[in-house]
């Protein structure tokens, strides 16, 4: 073999054991005790020896309300390599009149020489025209298993919401799943030209416009229009209660419902906001109240959420000041590198979660719900030898010079 970890405990989704994990042309082929020998061997005593990580909800490389990201596949998948994640899915966002093909083309020019891990697509739909949906299979049979919706202005979701549900529909026929992304523009709307009439600027009154009622509306109609449609869907970066308990009451039901949510909303609360540079925190849906994090553990707990994600998007902190108006603020975060310690920190070492639940959540499932699992997800042989040693009793304080992403 040309590799053996060994002594490290192996934590799968449903085990943890001491093993040697032997490796030979980047798959693994053994798991046991006592194998050799190999041209090289490292020694993991003390160690957890884990699947590499499966972010399936990235922005590497993204130009949003005229901002391109400092991040490109180069440093983003450096970060993510960095952080123990071996494995990311991209959305591919098309321009206007851009065909599916055409935007995963765009998006492979982006990542081919460039990235360090493996990687995929989920072509985002933005003009639910006949023409697109019958792209779909011809993207379903190339391999790229799920699309993505959103259901706010930047779609135009509330005009064309018929259209939409085409969408879910036929991806339903495919054998493929529609990640949606749940917020109610006319909610947000509607509160936004409130706060802007009353001078009400910046990122202080951000989670004003975008209440936790806005998502659990747009959750709730997503979870109908699937019912009806007859189709999976999973929906990401969800941040509160008033996700969770429709999608809690339809997954009972027997409906097919999955839940994403995002590491920031685990650990970080809308008290960031009033900081100085509370800017860095800017994501849609904003950091809710301090509540939140402990419904989206015992989400995580209870199965009714399946997956965390980062939504990483490298944007800076002068790009995300650049706005005034709370609809002008720009979302998103870096988290790429930080993702699977915070995971560990405050889920496994708080004893919120067992080790065993983080491997579903992280590596596991969302490896299962895009088609990538025995090969990601999992040590096991004839996986990929996408492998991660963790330490868990080192101490790290994280500081931006020390991190890969731009
Ligand atoms: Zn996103």
């Known amino acids: 073999m040309d590799l053996i970890i060994r002594n490290g405990v192996v934590a799968t989704a449903s085990d943890s054991f001491r093993a040697d994990v032997g490796i030979e042309a980047g798959k693994v082929k053994q798991v046991g005790q006592g194998l050799g020998p190999a041209a090289k061997e ?17 922005h590497v490389d993204l130009k949003l309300m005229g901002h391109q990201s400092d991040d490109d596949f180069y440093s983003g998948t450096a970060a993510a390599a960095c952080g123990g994640v071996t494995t990311i899915v991209d959305y591919a966002m098309p321009e206007a009149g851009q065909s599916i093909q055409g935007s995963i083309e765009s998006w492979s020019q982006k990542a081919t020489g460039k990235a360090y891990i493996d990687y995929g697509f989920h072509p985002a739909i933005f003009e639910p025209t006949q023409k697109i949906i019958d792209e779909m299979a011809d993207a379903v049979a190339e391999g790229y298993p799920s699309f993505k919706i959103f259901m706010i202005g930047l779609a135009r979701f509330d005009e064309l919401a018929h259209d939409y549900m085409k969408v879910i529909a036929r991806a339903g026929k495919l ?7 749940a917020e109610d523009q ?11 009439a009353a001078g009400k600027h910046g990122v202080r009154h951000f989670a004003d416009s975008r209440p936790r009622g806005a998502e659990g509306a747009a959750v709730q ?5 699937a019912r009806y449609a007859e189709a999976p869907i999973y929906l990401v970066h969800l941040s509160c209660e008033e996700s969770l308990a429709p999608i809690r009451e339809a997954r009972a039901r027997g409906q097919i419902v999955y839940g994403e949510t995002r590491p920031i909303y685990l650990h970080l609360s809308r008290e960031r906001f009033e900081e100085q540079d509370g800017e860095r925190y800017l994501g849609w849906p904003p950091l809710r109240e301090a509540s939140q994090r402990q419904v989206l553990w015992d989400g995580l707990r209870d199965d009714n959420l399946q997956t965390v994600a980062t939504d990483h998007v490298g944007f800076n902190l002068a790009q995300k000041k650049s706005g005034e108006t709370v609809d002008e603020l720009l979302p998103g975060m ?9 995971l560990y920190h405050d889920g496994v070492s708080a004893g919120r979660i067992s080790m065993n639940k983080l491997v579903r959540i992280f590596f596991a499932n969302p490896a ?12 096991a042989p004839g996986s990929d030898a996408d492998i991660v040693i963790f330490y868990p009793e080192k101490e790290v304080t994280i500081q931006h010079r020390d991190m890969h992403s731009r």
């Not at 490292?42 to 990235?58: E, M, R």
């Not at 109609?221 to 229009?225: C, F």
């Not at 299962?368 to 040590?379: A, E, H, V, W």
Request: proline residues 5%; hydrophobic residues 45%; neutral net charge.
């Open 334 to 342: 870096s988290n790429l590198e930080t993702m699977l310690p915070m």
């Open 186 to 196: 006319c909610i947000i709307s509607h509160l936004t030209e409130h706060l802007n």
């Open 42 to 58: 490292i020694d993991a005593s003390g160690k957890y020896v884990i699947p590499g990580g499966v972010d399936v909800h990235t």
């Open 221 to 225: 109609r997503a979870i109908a229009m």
């Open 368 to 379: 299962r719900l895009f088609g990538l699992f025995p090969q990601k997800g999992t040590i």
């Open 175 to 181: 054998g493929a799943l529609t990640n949606i992304h």
